[in-house]
């Protein structure tokens, strides 16, 4: 099973600036097979990223992801208030499908 | 626009089953794999089932494996999760979600949920 960590586990930033997210793997994830996900209180959670950098359909700009094997970094480039949430990372080359323990994005 | 909706949630006792649902629409559901994930309250995601679009293939987490069955019915556009042998830890949030495309992809659907409750 891969195991996924994220860091730090709670980033407390004010809007417009910088939040750079990290999911590291216990084993290479395969094709970069890594996605992140977004998450409000009482809402499902929504697709931002696949494939390690591929933005999901209707995901703003200031979205990005990137890395490769065990290293994975979503970058949000500047904090709108609706970007304040909970991000998943989550590794879908191989059976079980794991998720991260998630970053909570905080307004400081 | 795609929509999945789940039903099937509530209280039940350990030791107990339930039936989960999740109806689709606006997409070809027998084409795509589908998915169970789900949420222990103020706790992170957890996958627990997937299944192919034919139903041919199907996937478990350990923690629910001999226990849940994940099944579909592509006639009606409707994914199913059977669980039995309900435990405490069980008690979650289950969200159904559909998979991009084959059965190895990510999830870029959700569904709103549903609530399994397992207590006495």
């Known amino acids: 099973e891969i195991v996924l960590t994220q860091s730090p586990g709670t980033l407390s930033l004010s809007p417009g600036e910088r939040a750079t997210l990290s999911c590291r793997a216990s084993q290479s994830v395969s094709s970069s097979y890594l996605g992140w996900y977004q998450q409000k209180p009482g809402q499902a959670p929504r697709l931002l990223i696949y494939g390690a950098s591929s933005r999901a359909t209707g995901i703003p700009d200031r979205f990005s992801g990137s890395g490769s094997g065990t290293d994975f970094t979503l970058t949000i480039s500047r904090l709108e208030p609706e970007d304040f949430a909970v991000y998943y990372c989550?590794?879908?080359?191989?059976?079980?499908?794991?998720f991260g323990p998630g970053t909570k994005v905080d307004i400081k | 626009e795609v929509q999945l909706l789940e039903s099937g949630g509530g209280l039940v006792q350990p030791g107990g089953s339930l039936r989960l649902s999740c109806a689709a629409s606006a997409f070809t559901f027998s084409n795509y794999g589908m998915s169970w994930v789900r949420q222990a309250p103020g706790k992170g995601l957890e996958w627990v089932s997937t299944?192919?679009?034919?139903?041919?293939?199907?996937y478990y987490a350990d923690s629910v494996k001999g226990r849940f069955t994940i099944s579909r019915d592509n006639s009606k556009n409707t994914l199913y999760l059977q669980m039995n042998s309900l435990r405490a830890e069980d008690t979650a949030i289950y969200y159904c979600?559909?998979?991009?495309?084959?059965?190895?992809?990510?999830?870029?659907?959700w569904g709103q949920g549903t609530l399994v409750t397992v207590s006495s």
């Open positions: 979600a559909k998979v991009s495309s084959g059965w190895f992809n990510y999830f870029d659907y």
């Open positions: 989550q590794q879908y080359g191989s059976s079980p499908f794991t």
């Open positions: 299944i192919s679009g034919s139903g041919s293939s199907t």
